[in-house]
């Protein structure tokens, strides 16, 4: 009787575990729509805001900690990085005027800064050209190359081409869902022997006016 008691008790416990467990949400595929029709849809956003663990990699050398971001369509950005619960860095972007604290190489400062806005503002390319591959688009104008998993309509690779002919590679991974908005949850950006990885912990997408 007693071995009874406490199998059903146990199996009560599991069943209520596996009814609180999160569900696993599919990401929607699409089918038979035109690719343009889908990054169009997301051009009503005009700003993300961020929080972020933050990673920087050169060489053999590893700094990490936390970031506050807010980042417009139009360009203009506010970058906070936290390290031990002191803010490290700051960068500002308004107009296209690039301000940063501690003071680095102006070329570098736009580069993150201009690098983060088309990081993740992904869909916002214009005068583009789409290439349909088995299992991706490739969405290219003279500034950006993007790739696309065709099924997902989710980001998978993009390159942005610098004016000095240098490029940042940008990777997206981990794929999540906030407000019925899907966004990679991973990203990393690369740029000759450095590179910087943000693992997003929320984010807001903020509607135009």
Not at 45 to 57: D, K, M, N
Not at 113 to 139: H, K, P, T
Not at 182 to 192: F, G, K, N, Q, T
Request: with cysteine.
């Amino acid at each position: 009787m007693l071995k009874t008691v406490l199998r059903l008790f146990f199996l009560s416990i599991v069943f209520f575990l596996l009814s609180c467990a999160p569900r696993k949400v599919e990401m929607p595929v699409y089918e038979d729509i035109d690719v343009r029709d889908v990054i169009y849809s997301k051009n009503n956003i005009s700003a993300i805001e961020s929080r972020f663990s933050i990673t920087f990699e050169r060489d053999d050398t590893e700094l990490k900690g936390d970031g506050i971001l807010n980042v417009s369509r139009n360009g203009d950005l506010n970058l906070r990085i936290y390290s031990f619960g002191f803010l490290a860095f700051e960068l500002i972007s308004e107009n296209g005027i690039v301000k940063n604290t501690p003071a680095i190489d102006r070329n570098k400062a736009a580069i993150f800064a201009y690098g983060l806005r088309d990081c993740f503002f992904w869909w916002d390319l214009n005068d583009f050209e789409v290439e349909e591959q088995e299992d991706s688009y490739i969405i290219q104008n003279l500034s950006r190359k993007l790739w696309v998993n065709r099924k997902t309509i989710s980001p998978v690779k993009q390159i942005i081409f610098l004016q000095d002919g240098r490029k940042l590679d940008i990777y997206y991974n981990d794929p999540r869902q906030e407000n019925e908005i899907w966004y990679p949850s991973r990203i990393r950006i690369e740029h000759a022997r450095s590179s910087v990885t943000l693992k997003i912990k929320d984010i807001s997408f903020i509607p135009g006016v």
